[in-house]
């Protein structure tokens, strides 16, 4: 992982290519992590990619968080390696909820929307879609943006903070004939 001066370099490397890409650095549970404007994902992970001395080559993980009642609301955490160094570094991206201050949160409102990085890191295709089935992000050129765990007809983004505790039963096939009178 790179020490703090190692981040701070990296960080204004970043911002010479990308202006304002980079929003803040740290060190966030034993992580180097850097916070990006969510606008400029890919060309941060493609920097961390491509650019010698970098190399981060290999997406280990996507995922989502929802950090309701703050704003941003949401982000997407990207884990890189460097698998020659074993080194890991940790990209924040953060997202604004564009439904906020409407009713309609489960409905056809906006959804926060993020351009997909599996073009760069193919393992993130299957992650990618795990965040939107949950959390309702929107990875803008994704291509096999759908449902993978919940039902497809499935309404609402079960992970949100939001969300109703307890909720709906969900009918998976393996289950259907014990809850009887579920289809008539």
């Not at 970098?54 to 955490?77: I, K, M, N, W």
């Not at 309609?104 to 992650?127: H, K, M, N, Y």
Request: a negative charge; aromatic letters at 10%; charged letters at 25%.
């Amino acid at each position: 992982m790179p020490d703090a001066v190692g981040l701070e370099l990296i960080a204004k490397e970043i911002n010479a290519a990308h202006e304002g890409a980079v929003r803040e650095t740290g060190h966030e549970y034993g992580s180097a992590t850097l916070v990006i404007a969510a606008g400029k994902n890919l060309e941060v992970l493609r920097w961390l990619e491509e650019t010698p001395g970098q190399e981060y080559t290999f997406c280990s993980s996507v995922h989502g968080a929802d950090y309701l009642p703050a704003e941003p609301r949401f982000a997407v955490h990207y884990e890189l390696l460097n698998r020659d160094r074993v080194e890991r570094i940790h990209v924040k991206a953060l997202l604004g909820d564009p439904s906020a201050g409407t009713d309609d949160r489960w409905g056809e409102g906006p959804l926060p929307t993020l351009r997909s990085s599996v073009g760069i890191f193919p393992t993130a295709e299957f992650q990618e879609r795990e965040i939107y089935d949950f959390f309702g992000i929107v990875f803008d050129g994704h291509p096999d943006l759908r449902r993978i765990t919940m039902p497809e007809d499935y309404v609402g983004w079960p992970q949100r903070r939001d969300f109703p505790i307890g909720g709906e039963p969900v009918i998976f096939t393996n289950t259907e004939r014990e809850r009887a009178g579920w289809y008539e």
